[in-house]
């Protein structure tokens, strides 16, 4: 694995994240976390759009601020997106917790999403959320334990409407 660093969306890897949005796209998948299925095609309003989301302003009602950051390889590749919500609601309590992560398609499996949980980690210190919630769908088992190699401790899961199971890990980050 190569050395990885989390950096704010940005400008200058406009290349890099287009490369990225499209690898995902390509392949099908739900873009995860939801933050990537933003249509980058006005690419400065996009990041403004990030950075409006972090000061918690234009929010739709009942949403919580939130930070995006991109993992980005020493060679300058995009390799994941987290999404840090900044508290939790009622919603995201059960569903959704406090970190939403993906790794593109053709990066997995190389322990990078681990670094990107690692990571992400350190970012909710510096929010002040020292007790962090952290979810996945039972049939996403990599994830799971991705979570638990980085401190996640079972709790209840949560069953949505349609049958599907989340599992919910916590993790003190103290």
Not at 63 to 84: C, M, R
Not at 133 to 154: F, M, Q, R
């Amino acid at each position: 694995m190569e050395k990885v660093r989390l950096t704010k969306p940005t400008e200058a890897l406009r290349d890099a994240y287009m490369e990225y949005y499209m690898e995902w796209q390509l392949s099908g998948e739900d873009p995860v976390p939801w933050v990537i299925g933003k249509d980058p095609s006005d690419f400065d309003g996009m990041i403004s759009w990030y950075e409006e989301r972090e000061r918690g302003e234009n929010l739709p009602e009942g949403w919580v601020p939130d930070s995006t950051y991109w993992l980005v390889g020493e060679h300058g590749l995009l390799l994941g997106v987290v999404n840090i919500r900044h508290a939790l609601t009622p919603f995201l309590l059960e569903r959704g917790g406090h970190i939403g992560y993906g790794i593109r398609p053709s990066e997995r499996r190389k322990g990078y999403a681990g670094e990107l949980l690692r990571l992400s980690l350190i970012e909710t210190k510096y929010l002040g959320i020292n007790r962090v919630l952290v979810v996945c769908d039972e049939s996403n088992t990599a994830s799971a334990k991705t979570i638990l190699k980085n401190g996640g401790i079972p709790d209840h899961d949560f069953v949505e409407e349609d049958g599907n199971v989340i599992r919910r890990f916590w993790i003190d980050n103290e």
